[in-house]
């Protein structure tokens, strides 16, 4: 055994091992504290966003590791490191665990991963390079929890970070440079009263300036910036695997609002609100929370309204109607599902949460829109989903889908639950659904085409009224011939929203009577109604002229937030419209209440600059009418043009090889031009400078800008004089003595407050010109 200490090297290793001092250790207090500070806001960030409470335990234990590891930073720790060791083993084990029940978003548990993580290292930080690590970790925490963020909540918090950020990169890069003793040795080379350092460690003027930079720039980019939805981030978020007890048919609709004696009233008898849960029509009050169209019977014969509150946050690459379910019988007084014993339920695989729902048949163009949906307040087992939804990956085992296409799950969608949809959305194509063929399948005419026989005569009577007068009619946005089913919809519907109104008190609508009609009511008694009405009126006759329609229910697109990328939906969004089937392109939806748009959001509109767009009506509406219409002309073609370009250039890379070698060509070409342009901006802004400097300081800028361009330009570290001194090496000598002359004047003028000699400096450079010329 002592041979073996005498070996080379045994010695070697006896030697180092026990007295080898530890490298880059940082004293700074200030530092360590601000790197802390930014690590506890990410955590706290990531508490918010995804409403956990990581905050209760990983901020204390960090505060406890962060002053052990400054007092322990000269030390070796070697069994609290070995500790740690174990310690991150055991985290890492747990979130391998964790990633079985959450595969499909793991963002959360790589967050937790990542705390734990950060945890156990603020017990040994003893160098420089690992407060870096924590400044990575506490900005991945903060990128996270931006991921996460569903509310302006994040804002605040974000802006702190940046707050903080800033003078800890400031600290961070001093300790690379091994300024430790920077306020004594900062007096070497600046003035007292210098403006760059001011009279302590951080010049918060400068700090303060580029905060504000740094946001108003980051504004103006998120803004400008185009969203182009099929090359969004796609990613499926859901919720963890939720168990189903029983035996799921799909037949019946939970909805928390119809409850009678106590109990929900959830086999889908139509109830219709807490004093009334009938769905035959008879008068009632509507529901304060939860929309009373969402069941399998919709019992119009009630008034009232809802209290406004946020019931889900969609995030989608697309604005559009969250569809939720559709009816196909007109009772009188309200719609039914007739077929609501006839779902199809399908099930997933149990190791994912994809379930594959039948595709759209449709020869139209149509585009895959990805929509991810969380809910805030509980709401009935209806799915909300746009037009035609092809996958959705939802914590279920299994749903269901009615025979008028909407959604099913075995549980209410309660608070907290996450799913994701993809949709098959089409494009709303005018000029092809006006040639769509008016010979429908026999299935469609059976019940698609349903009126009670009371009122059959007299709705078609009025409606072909109404279409023959069409000549008469001052409509606005149409001038086409009423020949196609398409034309006449709309023309239909413009009548509705023109000649009908909503009463101004929701209670001034009396009830229908036991014998009375909705839509007889409607057009001939009230000459209005509830906005559900009007949908209901418009369905009605377009049914009596033989046009297959049905009413569907669901939320309109919400309040988009430009902050955060989300659709704020709330219960007073949702309302019902009317669905118009198109032999071979499928159903498009068309609304007739008034002040609301005609048609839809559907992807026939330009969502590139959505968020400038967003931003621009909230400015528009502080502009009068003429000035915003102007305006809106204006940017309207302007964007209008930019983002048609770009998506021609974008779609050469998509033509085969002549088509990216014509976009590589233009590429190289706009670049060029810019880059030229960039350059004599750069010029002129650089001379019209100059014309602000005094006369010393004009020529002698004038002079490095000429030796510049000659090859020979001055580094910031270097003296004028010690510039002058190099430029004997690089010009003739003739020159290179008016450069040093100019420089000797400029350190005399500059410094010592001399006044030079102006006339014979410009003479001599003015000569040292007419030589470059010759």
């Known amino acids: 055994m002592s041979s073996l200490w005498r070996l080379p090297l045994g010695n070697k290793w006896r030697q180092t091992t026990p007295q080898s001092p530890l490298a880059d250790v940082e004293d700074s207090i200030t530092f360590r504290v601000l790197v802390l500070a930014l690590v506890i806001i990410g955590v706290v960030a990531t508490d918010i966003a995804a409403e956990t409470k990581f905050t209760l335990w990983a901020l204390p234990l960090s505060l406890v590791g962060g002053i052990w590891s400054y007092y322990r930073r000269c030390d070796r720790n070697i069994s609290v490191k070995f500790c740690i060791a174990i310690g991150?083993?055991?985290?890492?084990?747990?979130?391998?665990?964790?990633?079985?029940?959450?595969?499909?978003?793991?963002?959360?548990?790589?967050?937790?991963?990542?705390?734990?993580?950060?945890?156990?290292?603020?017990?040994?930080?003893?160098?420089?390079?690992?407060?870096?690590?924590?400044?990575?970790?506490?900005?991945?925490?903060?990128?996270?929890?931006?991921?996460?963020?569903?509310?302006?909540?994040?804002?605040?918090?974000?802006?702190?970070?940046?707050?903080?950020?800033?003078?800890?990169?400031?600290?961070?890069?001093?300790?690379?440079?091994?300024?430790?003793?920077?306020?004594?040795?900062?007096?070497?080379?600046?003035?007292?009263?210098?403006?760059?350092?001011?009279?302590?460690?951080?010049?918060?003027?400068?700090?303060?300036?580029?905060?504000?930079?740094?946001?108003?720039?980051?504004?103006?980019?998120?803004?400008?910036?185009?969203?182009?939805?099929?090359?969004?981030?796609r990613m499926f978020p859901v919720s963890s695997a939720i168990n189903v007890k029983g035996n799921f048919t799909g037949r019946s609709i939970i909805n928390p609002g119809y409850v009678r004696q106590g109990k929900n009233q959830n086999q889908g008898d139509g109830g219709s609100g807490t004093e009334n849960g009938n769905g035959g029509g008879k008068p009632g009050k509507v529901d304060d929370s939860f929309y009373y169209g969402f069941n399998s019977q919709m019992n119009q014969n009630l008034r009232g309204e809802m209290k406004p509150k946020v019931v889900m946050r969609v995030r989608s690459q697309a604005e559009g109607f969250w569809r939720v379910l559709a009816f196909d019988r007109y009772t009188g007084k309200g719609w039914e599902i007739s077929r609501n014993e006839q779902v199809k339920r399908i099930k997933r695989s149990p190791w994912s949460y994809q379930i594959f729902l039948n595709l759209l048949t449709s020869i139209g163009k149509t585009k895959e829109v990805v929509q991810t949906y969380t809910v805030v307040s509980d709401l009935p087992n209806l799915i909300p989903a746009m037009a035609y939804p092809k996958e959705i990956y939802f914590p279920t085992p299994i749903i269901a889908v009615d025979s008028e296409d909407g959604l099913r799950a075995p549980v209410g969608l309660s608070e907290g639950m996450t799913y994701t949809v993809i949709s098959q959305v089409p494009y709303r194509d005018r000029t092809l659904l006006g040639k769509a063929s008016t010979k429908y399948p026999q299935s469609f005419k059976d019940y698609y085409l349903q009126i009670p026989s009371e009122?059959?005569?007299?709705?078609?009577?009025?409606?072909?009224?109404?279409?023959?007068?069409?000549?008469?009619?001052?409509?606005?946005?149409?001038?086409?011939?009423?020949?196609?089913?398409?034309?006449?919809?709309?023309?239909?519907?413009?009548?509705?929203?023109?000649?009908?109104?909503?009463?101004?008190?929701?209670?001034?609508?009396?009830?229908?009577?036991?014998?009375?009609?909705?839509?007889?009511?409607?057009?001939?008694?009230?000459?209005?109604?509830?906005?559900?009405?009007?949908?209901?009126?418009?369905?009605?006759?377009?049914?009596?002229?033989?046009?297959?329609?049905?009413?569907?229910?669901?939320?309109?697109?919400?309040?988009?937030?430009?902050?955060?990328?989300?659709?704020?939906?709330?219960?007073?969004?949702?309302?019902?419209?009317?669905?118009?089937?198109?032999?071979?392109?499928?159903?498009?939806?068309?609304?007739?209440?008034?002040?609301?748009?005609?048609?839809?959001?559907?992807?026939?509109?330009?969502?590139?600059?959505?968020?400038?767009?967003?931003?621009?009506?909230?400015?528009?509406?502080?502009?009068?009418?003429?000035?915003?219409?102007?305006?809106?002309?204006?940017?309207?073609?302007?964007?209008?043009?930019?983002?048609?370009?770009?998506?021609?250039?974008?779609?050469?890379?998509?033509?085969?090889?002549?088509?990216?070698?014509?976009?590589?060509?233009?590429?190289?070409?706009?670049?060029?031009?810019?880059?030229?342009?960039?350059?004599?901006?750069?010029?002129?802004?650089?001379?019209l400078s100059l014309r602000k400097l005094p006369p010393m300081e004009n020529l002698y800028q004038q002079m490095l800008l000429w030796a510049n361009k000659k090859g020979l330009s001055k580094h910031p570290a270097q003296t004028p004089l010690e510039y002058a001194k190099v430029s004997y090496q690089h010009h003739s000598v003739e020159t290179a003595e008016v450069i040093d002359d100019i420089c000797q004047a400029y350190v005399s003028w500059r410094y010592g407050g001399y006044t030079p000699d102006l006339h014979r400096l410009r003479q001599r450079w003015q000569q040292v010109n007419s030589r470059r010329d010759r």
Request: with cysteine.
């Open 455 to 687: 009122i059959a005569d007299k709705v078609r009577k009025r409606t072909e009224e109404i279409l023959a007068n069409y000549n008469q009619q001052k409509v606005s946005q149409s001038n086409k011939s009423l020949d196609s089913t398409y034309e006449k919809v709309l023309y239909l519907a413009q009548y509705l929203k023109q000649n009908y109104q909503i009463p101004d008190n929701p209670l001034d609508l009396p009830y229908l009577a036991e014998n009375e009609d909705l839509v007889e009511a409607f057009l001939f008694k009230h000459k209005g109604g509830y906005p559900d009405h009007f949908s209901t009126v418009l369905t009605v006759m377009l049914r009596s002229i033989g046009i297959p329609a049905r009413l569907v229910a669901g939320f309109a697109s919400g309040e988009f937030n430009p902050f955060t990328g989300m659709y704020v939906v709330r219960n007073t969004d949702a309302y019902a419209m009317t669905e118009v089937y198109f032999p071979k392109y499928g159903w498009f939806a068309f609304d007739p209440i008034p002040n609301h748009p005609l048609i839809p959001p559907s992807l026939e509109e330009i969502q590139t600059f959505s968020v400038l767009r967003q931003f621009w009506n909230w400015i528009a509406g502080w502009l009068p009418s003429p000035v915003t219409g102007l305006l809106n002309n204006i940017f309207g073609t302007i964007f209008t043009w930019i983002s048609k370009v770009f998506s021609w250039f974008v779609s050469l890379f998509f033509k085969g090889w002549l088509g990216i070698f014509t976009g590589l060509i233009l590429a190289t070409i706009i670049s060029f031009l810019g880059w030229l342009a960039w350059s004599q901006w750069r010029e002129w802004f650089h001379r």
């Open 88 to 233: 991150m083993l055991v985290a890492l084990g747990a979130f391998l665990g964790r990633l079985v029940g959450e595969s499909n978003d793991t963002r959360l548990a790589l967050a937790e991963l990542l705390i734990q993580l950060q945890v156990l290292h603020c017990f040994d930080m003893p160098r420089r390079k690992d407060l870096g690590y924590s400044i990575v970790i506490g900005l991945i925490l903060i990128g996270v929890a931006a991921t996460l963020s569903q509310t302006l909540a994040f804002a605040p918090i974000l802006l702190l970070f940046l707050a903080i950020a800033l003078p800890t990169l400031v600290l961070d890069y001093r300790s690379r440079l091994g300024l430790e003793n920077f306020k004594i040795e900062r007096e070497h080379f600046q003035p007292r009263n210098s403006p760059i350092f001011g009279s302590s460690s951080f010049n918060f003027r400068f700090l303060i300036f580029n905060f504000l930079i740094v946001v108003g720039l980051g504004l103006a980019i998120f803004a400008v910036l185009p969203r182009f939805p099929g090359y969004q981030l």
